[in-house]
């Protein structure tokens, strides 16, 4: 599985974004397709996730209301659009792909099989 991010850049706060995740090498039925981000200095932390199959989305607390993840299943591609941006959203986002994830472990790093290689979003204030 290939997975390559891309849409990050520099943004003002309250701006918006969207981050694009294309993936290839695989079916993605019965996958989860996941946004992570790792800010300088802290660990990779959960972003939001969907379910190829049934769309089913989840959502970090932090981003709920402000991030909204979608799905092209015709080409497999999942999207993270980020609106009212923050400078604490300020990181490097990664997209990741895993199979047989059940929807309790949907946030879980651990969960995911495969990672793309990150796209930097930085947020000004």
């Known amino acids: 599985v290939q997975l390559q991010a891309s849409g990050g850049g520099l943004v003002q706060a309250g701006g918006s974004l969207r981050l694009s995740c294309a993936a290839s090498?695989?079916?993605?039925?019965?996958?989860?397709m996941g946004w992570f981000r790792q800010a300088p200095g802290k660990e990779r932390e959960f972003v939001a996730a969907?379910?190829?199959?049934?769309?089913?989305?989840v959502y970090a607390d932090s981003v709920k209301g402000r991030f909204t993840i979608s799905r092209d299943n015709a080409k497999n591609t999942v999207y993270l659009q980020m609106n009212s941006l923050k400078p604490e959203d300020t990181a490097v986002y990664y997209c990741?792909?895993?199979?047989?994830?059940?929807?309790?472990?949907?946030?879980?790093?651990?969960?995911?099989?495969?990672w793309g290689q990150g796209t930097l979003v930085t947020v000004s204030s």
């Open positions: 969907i379910r190829w199959n049934f769309g089913t989305t």
């Open positions: 090498g695989r079916t993605f039925s019965n996958s989860a």
């Open positions: 990741a792909v895993g199979y047989g994830i059940i929807l309790s472990s949907m946030q879980l790093i651990r969960a995911y099989n495969y």
